[in-house]
């Protein structure tokens, strides 16, 4: 059985740091493209950062351009989202993904989730 397992996220001062991580297992990812998308209170969820299967190429919403950095590695199966400099409007639920194919940027094209890790970023 396929499972995403997520690092706890946690609470973090506005332009602190935190690092997200996401294993998996019961299949091996290494590949496919991995994602991370982010679902605030009473949104929709949306994307924030996807990596190609062997690291060369990476894409990140707007928004955290220059402030979140994802990265993988395939020897243990594990997708990684580094964010820095965070504001309170990065406060949300943060869930990684798995693309076995499609557009990076819709989460309606990707084919295992985890079950999402809250970061709240507040003084």
């Known amino acids: 059985q396929v499972q995403l397992v997520q690092s706890e996220g946690g609470l973090v001062q506005p332009g602190g740091s935190l690092r997200l991580s996401c294993t998996a297992s019961g299949h091996t990812f290494s590949s496919y493209a991995r994602g991370w998308f982010l679902q605030a209170q009473g949104r929709g969820r949306k994307f924030v950062a996807t990596i190609t299967w062997n690291g060369d190429n990476v894409y990140y919403t707007h928004s955290v351009h220059g402030r979140f950095t994802v990265s993988r590695d395939n020897a243990k199966n594990t997708v990684y989202l580094q964010m820095n400099s965070l504001k309170p409007e990065d406060t949300a639920v943060y869930y990684c993904?798995?693309?076995?194919?499609?557009?990076?940027?819709?989460?309606?094209?990707?084919?295992?989730w985890g079950r999402g890790t809250q970061v709240t970023v507040s003084s």
């Open positions: 993904g798995v693309l076995m194919g499609g557009d990076y940027d819709n989460e309606d094209e990707y084919d295992y």
